[in-house]
Antibody, heavy 122, light 113 residues
C-alpha cells in the first residue's frame, strides 16, 4: 500500500522559511516523479511543484518560483519542499502527491498524503 | 498557460439521480501522437486529501465504482455520476496535465437534494 507522510508544517512569520518533508513507502520511490499541491483554507487545489525521478528536472508554479525549492533524496525515500520568503497567501495545507505514470513527470496524481498545514502569520 | 473552467460551482441531486460536472479547457489537451486527453478527475471529501477517480479523461482508477464515468475530448469534458449515492457527497475537481503549469478547475460541490 502506498503511503505518503508529510511533516514540517507549522506557524511561521511572514518572510520566514520552512521545510516540508514527505516520507514515502509502499512503492519504488525512485521510479516516480513527485509533486506538491496546496489548498488554502476553504479554497481549491493549486499545483505547486514537481520533480522528476532523479531530481534533475524541477517545475514550479509562477506563484512560488524563486521562493520555493523542491528536492528529493531517493536513498531516504523522501521528498522535500523548502519554502523561503513566505507570505500570508502561502497559508495552506500542503499535500505530497505521487505521479500516476511510471518514470514520467507532469501527470496526474494517483496517491496523496494527508497534508501538512502551513500558516504564515504575525 | 492553459485556463480551465469548471461548472457548475455546486449542484444538488436526489439520491439515485444523475450528476453531471463539466470542465472546459482554453486549449485542446488532446495529444495527437498518442490520441490521449490529458485530463483527470478527483473527488475530495471534507477533511480528506483528494482521491483520483478518472485519468486520460475516461479511464477509471482501480477500485472506483463504475457509476463514475468520464467523457469528452479536446477542450470539453464531463464527469458523470450515473446514480448518486450518499457517499458521493464531495467536491470534485478536474485537472489538466498537458504541460506545466498543471492546473485544476475551481471545484464543484455535490450535495444531496
Amino acid at each position: 500500500e502506498v503511503q505518503l507522510l508529510e511533516s514540517g508544517g507549522g506557524l511561521v512569520l511572514p518572510g520566514g522559511s520552512l521545510r516540508l518533508s514527505c516520507t514515502a513507502s509502499g512503492f519504488s520511490f525512485s521510479d516516480y516523479a513527485m509533486n506538491w499541491v496546496r489548498q488554502a483554507p476553504g479554497k481549491g487545489l493549486e499545483w505547486v511543484s514537481s520533480i522528476s525521478t532523479s531530481g534533475g528536472n524541477t517545475y514550479y508554479a509562477d506563484s512560488v518560483k524563486g521562493r520555493f525549492t523542491i528536492s528529493r533524496d531517493n536513498s531516504k525515500n523522501t521528498l522535500y519542499l523548502l519554502m523561503n520568503s513566505l507570505r500570508a497567501e502561502d497559508t495552506a495545507v500542503y499535500y505530497c502527491a505521487k505521479a500516476g505514470v511510471y518514470g514520467s513527470s507532469l501527470y496526474f496524481f494517483d496517491s496523496w498524503g494527508q497534508g501538512a498545514l502551513v500558516t504564515v502569520s504575525s | 498557460d492553459i485556463v480551465v473552467t469548471q461548472s457548475p460551482d455546486s449542484l444538488a441531486v436526489s439520491l439515485g439521480e444523475r450528476a453531471t460536472i463539466n470542465c472546459k479547457s482554453s486549449q485542446s489537451v488532446l495529444y495527437s501522437s498518442n490520441n490521449k486527453n490529458y485530463l483527470a478527475w478527483y473527488q475530495q471529501k471534507p477533511g480528506q486529501p483528494p482521491k483520483l477517480l478518472i485519468y486520460w479523461a475516461s479511464t477509471r482508477e482501480s477500485g472506483v465504482p463504475d457509476r463514475f464515468s468520464g467523457s469528452g475530448s479536446g477542450t470539453d469534458f464531463t464527469l458523470t455520476i450515473s446514480s448518486l449515492q450518499a457517499e458521493d457527497v464531495a467536491v470534485y475537481y478536474c485537472q489538466l496535465y498537458y504541460r506545466a503549469p498543471l492546473t485544476f478547475g475551481g471545484g464543484t460541490k455535490v450535495e444531496i437534494k
